[in-house]
């Protein structure tokens, strides 16, 4: 490839005692200045948006359109841009994170700059669509049904994808694989026959899957042992980041194209409207990777059958990915959804709150390197997940919207939720799960990880929308909690040990 493969096993150089075992090199006095910063504006934000839902009245109903004040909208986009200001004046005091940026590949740097325009997209249509099913008249068992196929399509062809893409090419599995995911989602906002949608779901499920591999693999062979942390810890603020930006945009859009169509913000044909946006910004995305220079060289089916030897990682990462992935598909499809049907919350109320947990999310993603320093990679991962894990439950048991959107904004920062919301530990788990397999299983273990994860996600899905439709919202999330809970149990208990080992083979190598 274009920056040189670097192999997992490589001995980790930068640092000094645990901190270089574990790839750390920016300096921890700017990490914990930013932790404070972080701190200090979720606060802030938080308290902005309860003083923002309880002062915008409790009429329910979808004809009570925007209840957000202006003026409230205009202060939280403020905010948002002088947090963003900051962090790029810390930035430039802090030479080291300035040396290591600098020091990316060019390869590497495309892939960063694809993550703002594959955050907004994605969230833009996840916020949006689903509720335009509804308003198109569509029910909630529906709306669950094409969700499961979706997933379940995209999990069926994540491991072919992996393997295809281990023997020919990252870049050219993504650019197939993108494009037909384009002309599918574009075919979903235009045919309303249930049919025809939901073979389309299983068709754009399909195609998401091939372009799903892509990321990680590629960013652990383009970069080195000491950089990855501060590499995924940026894409993965810039990918969440850009979703706060999405999740804004798709509360405002319908407000907006309803006024000028005269139909309402509530309308399918606002909604339509709005999801088209997305399109041209799926465009944007793909340049980056076009332009990427990949220098792969093909192997056969035989040696690459050779070459797969970690089963004991694989089949651990398999498995927790599977505990995750059904937790989460009762769950996380269908945020959007238990806001508008069970809690009555406007969409402009929605992209809101989910711009406040994706923002602070970014933020926060910023700190990873400040917990894997102190913990290591797999406590971090472990123990912010457990942390996460009553709130998830906590919005299932939610009244009242002010409850239900702080439950949902500290569950979204330590759990995460549906790409591109991703939790805070979640580029840290990405990281190791690429760097405990080797390099040519990389693609595959990715594939695997995928097909495990979405495939159960679309298991959860189906078992989530009978209890949906029949208004029994707290059952899945009671199930997802206990499940995600029993995962990452597993995980800690698994790989503690193998990180424990690997941390003693790095310090005997750098002695």
Not at 414 to 430: E, H, V, W
Request: glycine fraction near 12%.
């Amino acid at each position: 490839m274009g920056g040189g493969p670097v192999r997992a096993e490589t001995a980790m150089r930068g640092g000094q005692g645990r901190g270089a075992a574990h790839g750390i090199g920016a300096p921890e006095g700017g990490l914990r200045r930013g932790a404070l910063g972080i701190g200090a504006a979720a606060f802030s934000l938080l308290g902005l948006g309860a003083t923002a839902w309880a002062n915008g009245g409790h009429a329910h109903g979808p004809e009570r359109g925007l209840q957000v004040p202006l003026a409230v909208w205009l202060v939280g986009i403020g905010l948002t841009i002088l947090l963003a200001l900051l962090l790029v004046r810390q930035a430039r005091r802090d030479s080291e994170y300035l040396r290591l940026l600098k020091g990316f590949s060019r390869n590497a740097k495309l892939l960063i700059f694809r993550s703002p325009f594959s955050g907004l997209s994605v969230s833009m249509w996840r916020l949006l669509f689903y509720l335009y099913l509804l308003a198109m008249g569509h029910d909630t068992l529906f709306v669950a049904q094409l969700a499961s196929i979706n997933w379940v399509f995209h999990g069926l062809s994540v491991i072919p994808s992996g393997i295809l893409s281990d023997l020919f090419g990252r870049r050219r599995v993504f650019l197939v694989s993108y494009a037909g995911n384009i002309l599918a989602t574009a075919g979903l906002m235009l045919i309303t026959g249930p049919t025809a949608l939901l073979v389309l779901a299983a068709v754009q499920g399909a195609f998401e899957g091939g372009h799903a591999i892509v990321g990680p693999p590629f960013m652990v062979e383009q970069s080195r042992p000491d950089e990855r942390v501060h590499l995924f810890s940026i894409d993965g603020f810039m990918k969440v980041g850009a979703a706060s930006l999405g999740n804004l945009s798709a509360g405002l859009l319908p407000v907006a194209f309803g006024g000028l169509l005269g139909l309402g913000a509530e309308h399918a044909w606002a909604f339509r409207a709005s999801l088209l946006c997305a399109i041209p910004v799926m465009l944007l995305s793909v340049i980056p990777i076009y332009l990427i220079d990949e220098q792969w060289q093909r192997i056969d089916i035989k040696r690459w059958w050779k070459n797969l030897e970690s089963y004991g990682n694989i089949g651990m990462l398999a498995l927790t990915e599977a505990g995750t992935g059904l937790a989460l598909g009762m769950t996380a499809p269908f945020f959007n959804v238990f806001f508008a049907q069970q809690l009555r919350a406007s969409t402009a109320e929605i992209g809101l709150i989910f711009a406040l947990g994706s923002i602070l999310t970014a933020f926060a993603t910023l700190m990873a390197p400040l917990f894997v320093r102190r913990l290591g990679r797999v406590r971090t991962v472990a123990f912010l997940k457990f942390l996460g894990v009553p709130f998830l439950v906590l919005i299932g048991l939610s009244q009242g919207v002010v409850a239900a959107g702080i439950f949902y904004v500290l569950a979204i920062i330590l759990i995460g939720g549906a790409f591109p919301n991703k939790a805070l530990s979640d580029p840290i788990y990405s990281l190791f799960s690429m760097e405990v397999v080797k390099e040519r299983e990389r693609g595959t273990t990715n594939g695997i990880m995928h097909a495990f994860s979405e495939f159960p996600m679309g298991v959860g899905a189906w078992i989530a929308g009978p209890f949906m439709a029949a208004g029994n919202w707290a059952m899945p999330y009671y199930l997802a909690g206990a499940i995600y809970a029993l995962a990452f149990l597993a995980f800690y208990g698994y790989f503690l040990r193998v990180e424990t080992v690997r941390a003693v083979a790095v310090e005997s190598a750098s002695a």
